[in-house]
């Protein structure tokens, strides 16, 4: 086997949710940035605390690779098309899309508001929806891409995380109805279910201290989730982004509709 099929040399990238300084979105980003492609990024929010979506576009610049940071809200279909067509105008076109975009969305069952189920909804997928049909015409147009969604392993779990959960599940499924529809167009999708990933946003997130092998420390609480996990740790946002650039290549050009679950083996739990 040729270490050449994991390359992504002189293809573009578009990836949603890649804001956050030490997110999955800007960890895949640099990725595929690092494995060869051009990228472009989008997120809702540009500039925060601990979140620059410039700052995102710079460091892929600084691998040698184009780049541009487009603000859009995903759950608008209007700033979708904006986003697609100002990729394939500037980068020429759109090889590979990750859609890592979401929100944590969560209450007991009986507290649940139409609001927030139709936020967490529309933020953790119908977004998501919107993007695969945006990017996907532009892939089926050209005969060849690949999506990789973002799910959870929420999806796995009945009952977790309540509205965003059912989302992850809905990715689950949204992922197979792409592959099945775009497959005889040479367009492969496939999901991506990260566990307990430390990035400064989400369910455990981290508390700016490392462990002795480097890797972040769980907040207060925590800990005792990541003494669950098989493997022993919590993850960080490059064991996820590895898994994408594995999808996004022609490394797995056979596969196609199916979840990785990236969580430690905390989907066996």
Not at 256 to 264: A, E, K, Q
């Amino acid at each position: 086997m040729s270490l050449s099929k994991f390359s992504l040399e002189g293809r573009v990238a578009l990836v949603t949710g890649a804001g956050g300084v030490l997110g999955m979105g800007r960890a895949t980003a640099l990725a595929f940035a690092e494995a060869g492609a051009d990228v472009a990024v989008t997120d809702l929010i540009v500039k925060a605390d601990n979140w620059d979506l410039e700052g995102t576009a710079e460091e892929v610049r600084k691998l040698g690779r184009r780049s541009l940071a487009i603000q859009a809200d995903l759950t608008k279909r209007n700033d979708v098309g904006h986003l697609i067509q100002r990729t394939v105008k500037e980068l020429g076109t759109v090889d590979i899309l990750a859609n890592v975009a979401g929100v944590p969305s969560s209450s007991a069952f009986m507290e649940m508001t139409p609001e927030l189920w139709e936020k967490g909804l529309d933020v953790n997928l119908t977004s998501v929806l919107l993007c695969c049909q945006a990017a996907g015409k532009v892939m089926m147009e050209q005969r060849r891409g690949s999506i990789i969604n973002w799910s959870s392993s929420a999806a796995y779990q009945m009952g977790v995380l309540s509205v965003y959960g059912i989302a992850k599940i809905g990715i689950r499924h949204l992922t197979g109805w792409v592959a099945r529809d775009l497959g005889p167009y040479n367009v492969r999708c496939n999901a991506v279910a990260p566990g307990l990933i430390a990035t400064d946003f989400g369910f455990v997130g981290v508390d700016g201290s490392v462990n002795d092998d480097g890797r972040p420390h769980p907040r207060a609480g925590g800990a005792d989730r990541v003494n669950t996990i098989p493997l022993g740790r919590m993850g960080d946002a490059s064991d996820v982004a590895d898994v994408a650039v594995f999808l996004a290549s022609d490394a797995s050009r056979y596969i196609t509709g199916v979840t990785i679950p990236v969580g430690g083996g905390v989907t066996m739990i």
